[in-house]
Every structure is written in structure tokens, then in C-alpha cells.
């Protein structure tokens, strides 16, 4: 596979799985994606010296597990693949954020009681339940 293609095949991707998630290409430079200019070379195909941060900012802002940007450019993975790759890891994001804004919550209750702690206690094991469950091991480290 030539280098054109490779790039076509991870522009593809990036802007099928952008428009997927309903994203603008400047709300996911804001979610911690590559520069507006980057994300723009990126998306018209043309390849560049891209250092691996810019890969992994790419990745974590379109909800893909890490080396998802190198086995598009490998050849490895279609670009349809990569479309719906990590839906489970949102939801698993998703599931986490909230239980641990909840559990952050009830730790804020004054004055604390038993009960608090209690279900404090329970939240924290929720999550623990849930990031074991989660598909990629970058959700396992979530706090």
C-alpha cells in the first residue's frame, strides 16, 4: 500500500468518525485534538511528519483506542472499522464520569454520616465494577 494511501485511508476515518461523533473540526481541536492546521492536513490526506503527541491527541479526541492512528496508516485497519471503533468505551467514559460526579457529591455532604460514607463507598465500587468491564485499559485508570 503506498503512502497516499494510507493517508486517504486515515483522512477517511478521521472525518467519517468526526461527523459520527457530531463534532465541528474546531470543537475537536478544543477536546484536546491536533491544531486546526494539522487537523486539516490530516483530513485532506496529505501526510506530514506528525510526532506520536499529535497521533495520541487525535485518538483521545476522537474516542479511539491508542494505535488506532498508525493501523490506519499501516494498513491494518479500514477505515470503516475505525468509524465505530471504542462506542463502548463512550459509554464506559460516559458511565464513569457520572457515577464518580455522583460519589464527588455525596463526599461534599456536610455534615458527613454514615450513610454518606456508605454510599460513597458504593459509588467507588460501581466504578471499579465498570472500568473493569470497560473494553480498552485506558478506562481502567479513569479517576
Same mark, same amino acid.
Given at each position: 500500500?503506498?503512502?497516499?494511501?494510507?493517508?486517504?485511508? =486515515?483522512?477517511?476515518?478521521?472525518?467519517?468518525? #468526526?461527523?459520527? @461523533?457530531?463534532?465541528?473540526?474546531?470543537? @475537536?481541536?478544543?477536546?484536546?485534538?491536533?491544531?486546526?492546521?494539522?487537523?486539516?492536513?490530516?483530513?485532506?490526506?496529505?501526510?506530514? !511528519?506528525?510526532?506520536?503527541?499529535?497521533?495520541?491527541?487525535?485518538?483521545? *479526541?476522537?474516542?479511539?483506542?491508542?494505535?488506532?492512528?498508525? *493501523? =490506519? %496508516?499501516?494498513?491494518? =485497519?479500514?477505515?470503516?472499522?475505525?468509524?465505530?471503533?471504542?462506542?463502548?468505551?463512550?459509554?464506559? @467514559?460516559?458511565?464513569?464520569?457520572?457515577?464518580?460526579? *455522583?460519589?464527588? *457529591?455525596?463526599?461534599?455532604?456536610?455534615? +458527613?454520616?454514615?450513610?454518606?460514607?456508605?454510599?460513597?463507598? +458504593?459509588?467507588?465500587? %460501581?466504578?471499579?465494577?465498570?472500568?473493569?468491564?470497560?473494553?480498552?485499559?485506558? !478506562?481502567?485508570?479513569? #479517576?
Amino acid at each position: 500500500m503506498s503512502m497516499t494511501e494510507d493517508w486517504l485511508a =486515515l483522512a477517511r476515518a478521521v472525518t467519517a468518525r #468526526r461527523t459520527r @461523533l457530531a463534532l465541528a473540526k474546531d470543537q @475537536l481541536v478544543t477536546r484536546g485534538g491536533p491544531t486546526a492546521a494539522t487537523l486539516r492536513l490530516i483530513e485532506a490526506g496529505r501526510g506530514g !511528519n506528525f510526532h506520536e503527541q499529535t497521533y495520541g491527541r487525535l485518538e483521545r *479526541a476522537l474516542k479511539w483506542r491508542v494505535g488506532t492512528c498508525a *493501523a =490506519l %496508516l499501516g494498513g491494518q =485497519l479500514c477505515p470503516h472499522q475505525a468509524v465505530g471503533a471504542a462506542a463502548e468505551d463512550t459509554v464506559a @467514559l460516559e458511565i464513569i464520569s457520572a457515577v464518580e460526579a *455522583a460519589r464527588r *457529591a455525596v463526599l461534599a455532604i456536610q455534615p +458527613a454520616s454514615d450513610l454518606t460514607v456508605r454510599a460513597a463507598r +458504593a459509588l467507588q465500587k %460501581l466504578v471499579a465494577q465498570v472500568q473493569e468491564q470497560a473494553p480498552g485499559p485506558e !478506562n481502567r485508570r479513569l #479517576r
